[in-house]
């Protein structure tokens, strides 16, 4: 094994431990922002002694135990500090994986050590952007750039972000916590707009050489399911659980055996899974009982039926869906959602009238650095037979695109306008 595969294997293996590295290191010590820093620096000794010793049989479990080991390490430099931070040491020192909650009631609210993490994350203290970034870095296992990207914002400012949620968490004193009651429901937005980020991370990377990440949509599914266990009555619990599960059954069809992207039109819609397709109806036929068809989640589960219910692409519903993106786009002042109403548009009005809307999302800053800008704007043209354009723009697009899979199919669609361009029949 070459040291950039050993070097793989420890990012391929951080990306999966970390969530639960930090839950248990969480738990323990009750201290998030310490548990962050400590598995950050289990990372850092494999990076060390792995491409010397080679990957460990049980790699999860060696970094756990450094992890530990650390933790432990810390404890003892800080036992006189508190009684308490003496007593989880010599916890840790039996080598014992979890401690007496202080309070067992409020276990039996959630009873999810993960889920615990993220209302920890979420706490009211920290901004909402604040949060959603502590939570990708800590459970997605994202770089400062992932996230930055995924947030259309610069590294430097999703760095001081983090740096300020992990101060304001450590300073408050706020601990490993399960809230509940009126507690629980001012966290939950937050909560659900997490296991949205979450969710789509896995459904579509930002970086990186696969363009699915399955073990983070279903993570994000579980916790999904849970929320609406523990919050039964809340219609955005049940209308983002039924967008994971519309969006997740069309897994298997999104990409073809060697892993490479297949665009929605394209797909083989035989491998839908009609099952789970049923499960996002059923979920979301709930949140409209509950009166929250218009809820964010719910309005983008709606869309995603649109296209659930369609036999073909051709008998897609693409009026109903611009007609969701324009409700969408009034509830949420976002130009993300505009693009994606254009895109509706294109489908129901013709690709005139969505390059129209596109144009006009150019000077958008939040767009600058959004690689799906120009590639929607390259499909249109390429529709539209202005192929030496559309060429331009799925270039630019392909730059632009941090995931390897997604450049890929970009820089192919540029080389398809190339050869359209080159044959007077299409002219």
Known sequence: ??????????LGVWRIEQPRLITSLSRMLRDVPLAEDLTQEALVAALEHWPVSGVPEKPG?????????????????NRMLSQRHGMLAHDLAREQETMPDFDSALDDDIGDEL?????????????????????????????????????????????????????????????????????LSERLASVLEIVYLIFNEGYTAATGDQWLRPQLCNEALRLGRVLTAIAPLEPEAHGLTALMEL?????????????????????????WDRLQIRRG?????????????????????????????????????????????????????????????????????????????????????????YHLLPSVRGDLLHRLSRFDEARVAFEAAADLAGNTRERELLQRRAAAAVRAAQDPGRR
Not at 61 to 77: G, I, P, S, Y
Not at 169 to 181: D, F, K
Not at 249 to 270: F, V
């Open 115 to 183: 889920l615990r993490l993220i209302f920890t994350a979420c706490h009211p203290l920290l901004s909402r952007e604040a949060r959603a970034a502590l939570a990708l870095r800590m459970i997605c296992g994202l770089t400062t750039g992932e996230i930055a990207r995924a947030f259309l914002q610069t590294e430097a400012a999703i760095a001081q972000r983090i740096v300020r949620a992990k101060r304001t968490l450590s300073e408050s004193g706020l601990a490993y916590e399960t809230p509940r009651g009126a507690e």
């Open 1 to 10: 094994m070459t040291a950039a595969d050993i070097q793989a294997t420890i």
């Open 247 to 271: 969006n997740a059954s069309r897994m298997a069809a999104r990409t073809d055996a060697q892993g490479e992207p297949i665009l929605l039109m394209d797909q083989n819609r035989a491998r």
């Open 61 to 77: 479990a060696w970094l756990m135990a450094t992890a530990k080991r650390r933790a432990l390490d810390h404890l003892r430099r």
């Open 281 to 369: 109806q059923l979920a979301l036929a709930r949140a409209r009982e509950l009166g929250g068809a218009g809820g964010f989640y719910a309005l983008q589960a709606a869309i995603v039926a649109c296209h659930a219910e369609a036999g073909t692409s051709d008998a897609t519903d693409w009026r109903r869906i611009a007609t969701l993106y324009g409700d969408l786009a009034a509830l949420v002042n976002s130009p993300v959602i505009e693009l994606n109403r254009a895109v509706a548009i294109g489908m129901a009005e013709g690709p005139l009238a969505a390059l129209a809307i596109v144009d006009g999302l150019g000077h958008e800053p939040a767009l600058k650095s």
